[in-house]
């Protein structure tokens, strides 16, 4: 009999494969296909997105489960260029959990929704017996109004250039070594971070943009691949270009990983035309949280919906999506 | 150490307990404090909800999580006079789990999904660790256009009468008699359906409602509990009147609950002006589903902001809000 492995939630291949047999195949429609990190909807104006977390620990160097489901639904809203607006709050409670570290949660959660000038309107609380839950799991759904229409992963070309926000793979390379117990130094915390305040002033510079992602589960890996396959374009990455932690690629030297392929929660992606590159950077430059955004790959049509990796000595191998179980319960 | 009990997840006083000393009070905004069945957003014109469905077991005699999981947020949408038009769906699955099951599931939904005239736009899959999760819960957050507005749980007076769309107890009782592995009559199944093919009915039949709410986690008690509390009246229930089947009834004896206080999960309770209240029955008795719509209780101001229950022998007591574990993972 198949069953579902833990690859399929790795944000991957996997994942694509899981989505697009069960899910997208029963619930078929337009907005659906289109696989973008929220939805587009009544005449383009609002934009509604999902996200459950799972995340183990709860609380972790940087961040916590409330903030960071506050800031994963906000992000994938702003990720449309949308200002987040409404969210809804649903937690599933294991019997027993103490409320010290609820209302810690909690709190996490209402400053958050104040950075992202957000509130939630709707929730639901489960309490379920021991051992039908790890201690706490929450979703949030959001809405958002979208300030700049168009941007989508549909529309990457050859104009486009590809800029990192931030050094990648602190996320997933925090909650690695939270999990393994390792004593690594105290610059190793999650970026996780609301990314609204940074779109914003993209849209409010006149930036045009592309396209939009914050690089979670599968990391910088899945984003481009994904694109790449969906624009039907060639996106070739500069490897020497990638800002890395020297504390991450530390972490990715023991787990064996890629950092590209590393979860962050406070690191977007974005496509844009090259003209608008230097524009959208210097606007970058002003928030701590992207002080170090760069550009890291160009867009050609060299091995359509490939992603490509060129060494700073001129060899050159794909970037794969990423595979396996890389690290549940990341998110 | 304080913690959270199976208690505060009941529907009941614990639950209202939780919800408004840890959430509302970090969240508190306008909307909320209206504890509507869904978020009225937008000038009036959406209805936003959420919930989260943890059923066990998975499948039961009438329906299963995911039919529960779409009739679940549309009919909060339905409560609010909305028609279900956009839905996120966010699963938890724990590795391991069979495909098959995941794909009935998944056609349970698209197939309720149908009868709303709703689709799904956005959504969000985990597969956790074995023991991270009871086999899958299931988070699901609709939208809907608001096609009478002004409905609300705040605005019940003297003027209006109680309806029940059907008797009740279904649900909880099916859930029970499952886990139980009692050999009861197949008559015995849950209420689980849409209900905005009922509003929708009511609504074009011209009849103005003043409340309407799904009788889930904590029955018909619950609510009538919670209105009275929110509108400041006293609402008194003829016991006799209350539609009650034999096998609920059954169920009921053995678990020493009350029939009002068992979960329902397609069973509406509607406040009206006593004027409309004929209106609201003709059209209700079209249905299959609420053939047995009935008038069971008055408001009054004689006690305010309580429930009391009229026997047919003339004695009179408190109906109060359930409280303590009832049935864990009903819904």
Same mark, same amino acid.
């Given at each position: $009999? ?30 659906? /296909?289109?696989?973008?990190?929220? *939805? ?37 809203? %702003? $990720? $449309?260029? %949308? ?34 000038? %957000? ?46 926000? #931030? ?5 997933? *390379?925090?909650?690695?070594?939270? #999990?393994?117990? $390792? ?21 409010? %510079? ?87 955004? /760069? ?10 919906? #490939? ?21 549940? #319960?990341?998110?």
């Amino acid at each position: $009999m198949k069953t579902v492995t833990l690859a399929h939630g790795n944000g991957g291949a996997e994942n694509q494969e899981l989505i697009s047999k069960v899910f997208y195949k029963a619930f078929k429609n337009d907005i659906l /296909t289109k696989s973008e990190d929220a *939805a587009v909807i009544e005449d383009g104006n609002l934009a509604f997105t999902t996200d459950s977390f799972t995340v183990s620990p709860l609380f972790f160097n940087g961040a916590d489960i409330g903030k960071l489901s506050i800031c994963g639904t906000c992000n994938d809203l %702003a $990720m $449309m260029g %949308a200002k987040p607006k409404y969210l809804t709050c649903s937690v599933i409670i294991e019997e027993g959990f103490d409320f010290k570290s609820l209302e810690k949660i909690v709190n996490s959660m209402k400053k958050e929704l104040e950075i992202n000038g %957000a509130c939630v309107v709707s929730g639901d609380t489960k309490v379920v017996p021991k051992g039908s839950v790890d201690k706490i799991f929450i979703n949030t759904t959001g809405i958002g109004e979208i300030q700049q229409k168009g941007i989508s992963s549909n529309g990457i070309t050859e104009d486009d250039v590809i800029i990192v926000s #931030r050094d990648v793979g602190a996320h997933g *390379a925090t909650i690695f070594a939270a #999990r393994e117990g $390792m004593q690594l130094s105290s610059n190793l915390k999650s970026d996780c971070a609301s990314l609204y305040v940074q779109i914003k002033a993209l849209i409010e %510079a006149g930036v045009k943009i592309t396209a939009l992602r914050d690089a979670t589960r599968g990391g910088v890996s899945a984003v481009l691949n994904e694109w790449a396959n969906q624009s039907d374009v060639c996106i070739e990455v500069q490897e020497s270009k990638i800002p890395v932690s020297d504390e991450v690629n530390g972490v990715c030297e023991l787990l064996g990983f890629e950092s590209l392929s590393l979860a962050n929660e406070g690191t977007f992606v974005m496509a844009l035309n090259k003209n608008e590159a230097n524009k959208a950077i210097e606007v970058l430059k002003q928030f701590d949280n992207s002080k170090n955004a /760069t550009i890291i790959a160009d867009v050609t049509k060299q091995y359509p919906k #490939r992603v490509v990796l060129n060494s700073e000595w001129g060899t050159k191998r794909f970037l794969e999506l990423p595979t396996g179980e890389l690290l549940p #319960r990341i998110c």
